[in-house]
């Protein structure tokens, strides 16, 4: 079946640091969809890459599809207290789709 | 405009009882999903609603069941209730026909029904 793995599971950051969370699936992707859940709360929809290579920005957060469309990556640069929450990428496998376990994110004021 | 509601926000069951959980999509989408977050791990897809015709399911039992109703609205069912199925219950919505396209809505999740099962 789909195998997707997202890495870390954890990350405890000091503000101003940057953090990363990576997504990898065992089979090429059509697309990958990212969403940050705050403690408490529900998923939220952040975006939605396509094409090979792809590198979209969102003020502070950078996310990136691999060329061969089989992992992609959400960057912080300077996290802050507002990013805390858990991280899911999101890819279609078999007409559903299906969340990555999520990187929790905690930043240290 | 109204996101996506689910109702009720919290249910307490005990065991083998059976519980009944809504959600009302966003006006204009036809597609709606279900979810079972359990406390601590990550969302497992449970059912996809679209056009009132269930498209998909996940890895559950058939105690797990649900229907889409011709105003979209949708029920989840679980019947006899097991401890393990306490769980953050999470319904979204999305404006296209389902998944595989490259143009594939991005899903409007609700905030949860919390089922707990003692």
């Known amino acids: 079946g789909q195998q997707v793995m997202q890495i870390p599971q954890y990350q405890h950051v000091q503000e101003g640091e940057d953090f990363t969370t990576y997504c990898n699936s065992s089979?090429?992707?059509?697309?990958i969809q990212w969403y940050k859940q705050r403690p408490g709360g529900h998923p939220v929809f952040l975006i939605q890459?396509?094409?090979?290579?792809e590198v979209k920005k969102q003020k502070r957060l950078t996310f990136q599809f691999g060329e061969a469309k089989k992992n992609s990556s959400l960057h912080i640069t300077a996290t802050q207290t507002t990013d805390v929450g858990t991280y899911f990428c999101?890819?279609?496998?078999?007409?559903?789709?299906?969340f990555g376990a999520g990187t929790i994110l905690r930043v240290k004021s | 405009e109204a996101g996506v509601t689910q109702s009720p926000t919290h249910l307490i069951k005990t065991r083998g009882q059976q519980a009944t959980l809504r959600c009302s999509p966003i006006?204009?989408?036809?597609?709606v999903y279900w979810y079972q977050q359990a406390l601590g791990l990550g969302l497992q897809f449970l059912l996809w609603?679209?056009?009132?015709?269930?498209?998909n399911r996940g890895n559950f039992p058939p105690r797990f069941s649900g229907r889409q109703f011709p105003n979209y609205s949708s029920e989840l069912n679980v019947n006899a209730l097991e401890l393990e199925d306490s769980a953050l219950y999470l319904c979204?919505?999305?404006?296209?026909?389902?998944?595989?396209?490259?143009?594939?809505?991005?899903?409007?999740f609700g905030e949860g029904s919390r089922l707990t099962v003692l």
């Open positions: 890459l396509v094409k090979s290579g």
């Open positions: 979204a919505s999305s404006e296209f026909g389902g998944t595989g396209a490259p143009n594939t809505g991005e899903l409007f």
């Open positions: 999101a890819l279609e496998y078999g007409n559903k789709l299906v």
């Open positions: 006006s204009g989408h036809t597609s």
């Open positions: 089979t090429t992707l059509s697309n």
């Open positions: 609603y679209d056009e009132g015709e269930e498209r």
